[in-house]
């Protein structure tokens, strides 16, 4: 008998540790593999694919005489039968830090196959893909590429955006905990591409597990993707450092505030040279896009929004967890049916979609698809897909000055709407809070948000209003008491 359980940290943290002592202590041989996603279960236990959740050590006696209720066949349950997992088809099974599993499962095809057609059919491929970036604004990445490998220089650069700083989101996590050799793959096929020789992997502090995880399988791999070279460079976890040129400054031992564009990334980037930036999930599709060719990953999702997204489940919600799964599904199938509604039992009262600078969405707007278009013809964004829910005692007033707050504490203070105006937003929601000429400072406020949206220098300060408006929109009750 083989028992496999998460090393990933949520698992940690919910006693993974605990659970494989106690099983080692009765001889029995354990195996730390990647998480299955179903974060609401840790730690899970996989016996011969048969799951028991929410496992603590002195459970341990009683699953191996048999008296323990599992859940099944850990690979029929709702949560992953019904999902499509193309990134994430090697969750849960894998050693993350085992080479012979991750040739086992199909790993490096996709590099082989890149090195086999070209550096020009391997951007041909993705660019067939669709694959857009699954970082913010769902550029498609195809493009960029073919920038980068048009950009006449002696030295090109691939960094990997892994500074996953959103609320309810840790799908960044997941892949560089429990599969780093497909992160590795993807950059190795992305340099192949666009005739890049070094690569950086740019990891936020929190992220210890992910690191070292990281850093073990460079080394591991190294000789695989020669004479292609990655490093891990770490952040010191300024959210402003994930928008791609704060990285970058970052990166270059700077200051980490946003430049100015143009010029772009992909002409002058990582000190001043053509860089292709994309974040981890976007670079870890990228090996089953080459090993199966760009049409049949294209084939997934609806518009231009091709293939799957890892939507992360979090906030107040019963299934908490990674569902990866093709565009086009609705947002009250992800929240109700896949998410279980809220784990307070209380009635949903809204989402937010895209971390917190995300825009609140209400239950009358749940039959919105999970598409890029579709979200922002409804002054919403995907981002990072990570689902935050909210039951109904949530005060939105208070969620309004949290995004000001936010925006005020984490911007890099290079442009004049981002940084004095968050300062001023959160003034004036205190003052709507408070009673005080509620209608005027409504105004006054929806004045801010429209000056900050089209006057900021990136995505910090634009993107704080969506949160604030949508909350006012939504709920005027809530800033009318």
């Known amino acids: 008998m083989t028992v496999r359980i998460s090393n990933d940290a949520v698992a940690l943290a919910c006693g993974a540790d605990a659970v494989a002592a106690a099983f080692a202590a009765a001889g029995v041989e354990v195996e730390r593999v990647s998480s299955w996603g179903m974060h609401w279960m840790e730690p899970l236990v996989d016996i011969d694919g048969v799951g028991y959740g929410q496992v603590s050590a002195d459970q341990v006696p009683s699953i191996l005489s048999g008296d323990a209720k599992s859940i099944g066949r850990i690979e029929d349950h709702p949560f992953i039968a019904k999902q499509n997992r193309l990134t994430f088809a090697r969750a849960g099974k894998t050693r993350p830090t085992s080479l012979d599993d991750y040739y086992a499962s199909g790993g490096w095809l996709g590099l082989g196959q890149a090195r086999a057609i070209g550096a020009e059919a391997t951007i041909e491929t993705i660019m067939a893909s ?75 502090s929190e ?157 009358a707007q749940f039959d919105l698809p999970f598409d890029y278009e579709a979200f922002a013809a409804a002054d919403a964004l995907i981002g990072h897909a990570g689902i935050t829910v909210f039951d109904d005692s949530v005060d939105m007033a208070q969620m309004a000055r949290f995004a000001m707050e936010f925006c005020a504490i984490e911007s890099c203070g290079k442009c004049t709407p981002c940084r004095l105006g968050s300062t001023r937003g959160v003034e004036t929601i205190d003052q709507i809070i408070a009673g005080n000429n509620v209608d005027a400072n409504l105004a006054l406020l929806a004045d801010l948000a429209e000056t900050m949206k089209f006057g900021s220098l990136c995505a910090m300060g634009g993107f704080t209003p969506y949160p604030v408006m949508s909350a006012i929109k939504l709920f005027p009750e809530d800033f009318n008491r």
């Open 130 to 204: 669709g694959l857009r970036g699954r970082g913010g604004a769902g550029f498609p990445a195809g493009i960029k590429w073919r920038t980068v490998a048009d950009a006449p220089a002696e030295q090109k650069y691939i960094v990997c955006n892994a500074d996953e700083g959103d609320s309810g989101t840790f799908a960044d996590r997941m892949v560089m905990e429990g599969d780093p050799f497909m992160l590795i793959e993807g950059m190795a096929i992305a340099g192949f591409a666009v005739g890049a020789s070094k690569a950086y992997i740019y990891i936020r």
């Open 207 to 363: 992220y210890p597990h992910a690191i070292a995880k990281m850093e073990a399988t460079i080394r591991l791999s190294a000789h695989l993707i020669a004479p292609f070279v990655v490093e891990v460079r770490v952040g010191a976890g300024a959210y402003i450092c994930g928008e791609e040129t704060s990285l970058l400054n970052s990166l270059e031992g700077k200051r980490g505030e946003v430049r100015a564009k143009p010029p772009l990334p992909a002409l002058e980037g990582l000190f001043g040279k053509p860089t292709v930036v994309n974040n981890v999930l976007t670079l870890a599709a990228v090996p089953w896009i080459l090993a199966h060719g760009g049409e049949a990953y294209a084939a997934y999702g609806m518009g231009r929004s091709k293939g799957t997204m890892p939507v992360q489940l979090a906030g107040n919600v019963k299934h908490g967890g990674l569902f990866e799964v093709a565009f086009g599904i609705t947002l009250g199938e992800l929240v109700n049916e896949i998410g279980g509604g809220t784990a307070s039992g209380r009635p949903v009262r809204c989402v937010q979609v895209g971390g917190p600078l995300g825009a609140y969405i209400a239950p």
